[in-house]
């Protein structure tokens, strides 16, 4: 699948992105924020397409004028998420290379995913969750329409060993139709 909006398209990941996502992803900034260790090398990129990137609604990020991935956008579904445990129901995550923020490119791809999680996949609900001081992803989930469910005050970060706060969000279609439909 492939989706595209007026600036970019977001399409299944390649074993021909390590380069790219390691461009982005070796960024302390990006990262250990989302819960992940900055990436070493080349081969951990590729390793990351061939092992984790490889969900079914998972999608590279790239402006519409150059095949290049410059961030991942992804619909986790039941069994590949701990938030949730519907089969009408999933998880949205994502990031973005940092010379790319503050362009509005991560609230336009979440808006086509919402959208494509509702309309095609039959989803009545999205949640979405950010880590304490991650300031950017919950600016970018309420600027989209999510709504505060809970916090969790002891959150597991198994990739960088750590326990953390978490802010769990959510957004059902009813909330999206009247938000993006009905406007």
Known sequence: MILKTDR???RPWKETDADSLFEYAKDPDIGPIAGWAPHKNVDESRN???TIFTGVECYAICKKDCDIAIGAIELMMNGHSNIIHRDDECELGFWLG???WGRGYVS???????????EDLGMETIWCAYYDGNSKSKR????????YHHTCPEVPVPLLNEIRIGHI?????????KKYKLS
Do not use: R
């Not at 336009?108 to 999680?117: P, T």
């Not at 970018?140 to 709504?147: A, D, R």
């Not at 969000?169 to 139709?177: C, F, G, L, S």
């Open 98 to 100: 940092k010379p790319f």
């Open 140 to 147: 970018v989930q309420e600027k989209v329409g999510f709504i």
């Open 8 to 10: 970019l398209v977001l």
């Open 108 to 118: 336009e791809a979440v808006i086509k995913l919402i959208c494509h999680g509702f």
């Open 48 to 50: 990351v397409i061939k």
């Open 169 to 177: 969000n959510y957004m059902t279609k009813e909330q999206w139709y």
